[in-house]
């Protein structure tokens, strides 16, 4: 709930970390799944400023846990039509976006493409970064390529360079997206890559960056409310403090329990923070728990690292809104098993309603025709 700060300078609002939670949950989509007649797929990838897809299946599990009735060949159909598609955006991570926001998000975070290139300057020595685009730009555009064969073109021209850093240097130096088979339902193939331009029909160079404001506004009602670190976690870009002061007198500015300066779309939903959180199954690298600073809005202190094995992460369960858990997929031909590992203890009001949740994930994104819930623990 909010209550009225003690703070005499700020005078804002203070947010405890139930209430952001809700508000979070809200804005993402999970505190209800939402009907197909108030928001469409492509909808919901746009809304969501786009969701992680280091891997083919992740975008396909973040809706069937935000969508009603969701059904992954209608994803799969917008990325054959190229009305949606993946690239390297925040975070230098894959993601899924709709067209318009691969073309005009990958400029605004060139920038910090561009810091990612010079942990690598050492391989690169020598290495004419505007004439390697150029080759690329030629070669991807004649036909889609394989980062294989982009780097034993680029090797031929720069022997020296560590062939490593010339494939980092070819994805960030240009949009690159990944063509379809690659990313579809059911589907498969290699990855091949081809640019933004040349993938979604726009066949002009890359437009200047655009100004960051729209994209704060937009992070806000998706994410919000939030921190200008917060902001800068999702992003990868740095110096956001001014866009942010910019942007001030259209904003709703609060505190966390922490101290912690918060601001938000003054009409955004912020829930009571007694309203209830049905179970949610989220898979890996979910932007729900990547995209603020401080993540204990939904995760726990003391699970943080229990979601995380080296640098890849679990599939993670919600309960009440939090972290509780994480779960994985056994597939078979004719039975798909859902293990769920709990952090802490389930009441039984609580694992019926997971294991109610599991069934509605299965029968959505698995064809087996018998489900298997379980609770327990599984193989590392």
Sequence with gaps: MASK?????LGNLVLSNRALNRATLDRQLLLRRVPRSELSVKGAVEHLVG???????????ALAARLEGFDPEELSALMAAREVGRLVTMRSTIHLHTADDCLTLRPLVQAARDRELKQFRNGLAGVDLDRLGAICRELVEER????????????????????LALSLAARCVLPLVQVTPRGLWGGSGQVALTTAEHWFGR??????????????????????????????????LTRMREVFERLRPRLAV???EYGVELFDLPDAP??????????????????????????????????????????QAYRTL????????????????ETTTLTVQAFGTLT??????????????????????????RFGTFAE
């Design 254 to 256: 609060f505190q966390d």
């Design 51 to 61: 969701l992680q897809a280091q891997n083919v299946k992740p975008p396909y599990y």
């Design 144 to 163: 889609p390529r394989t980062m294989k064969e982009l780097r034993e073109v680029l090797l031929k021209q720069w022997p020296d360079a560590d062939p």
């Design 203 to 236: 066949h002009s160079r890359p437009a200047p960056a655009p100004a960051p404001d729209g994209t704060v506004l937009r992070y806000l009602a998706a994410f919000g409310p939030a921190s200008v670190k917060d902001m800068q976690t999702w992003s990868g």
């Design 270 to 311: 912020r829930p009571d923070a007694d309203t209830p959180a049905p179970p949610r199954f989220l898979p890996e690298f979910d932007n729900l728990l990547l995209s603020h600073a401080d993540r204990r809005r939904v995760v726990p202190e003391e699970y943080r690292s229990r979601i995380w094995r080296g640098n």
């Design 318 to 333: 919600l309960v009440d809104g939090y972290v509780a858990g994480i779960w994985q997929l056994t597939e078979a031909s």
């Design 348 to 373: 039984g009001a609580q694992r019926d309603a997971v294991a109610a949740e599991g069934e509605r994930v299965l029968a959505a994104l698995t064809p087996a025709t018998a489900h298997d819930i």
């Design 5 to 9: 700060s003690t703070n005499p300078v």
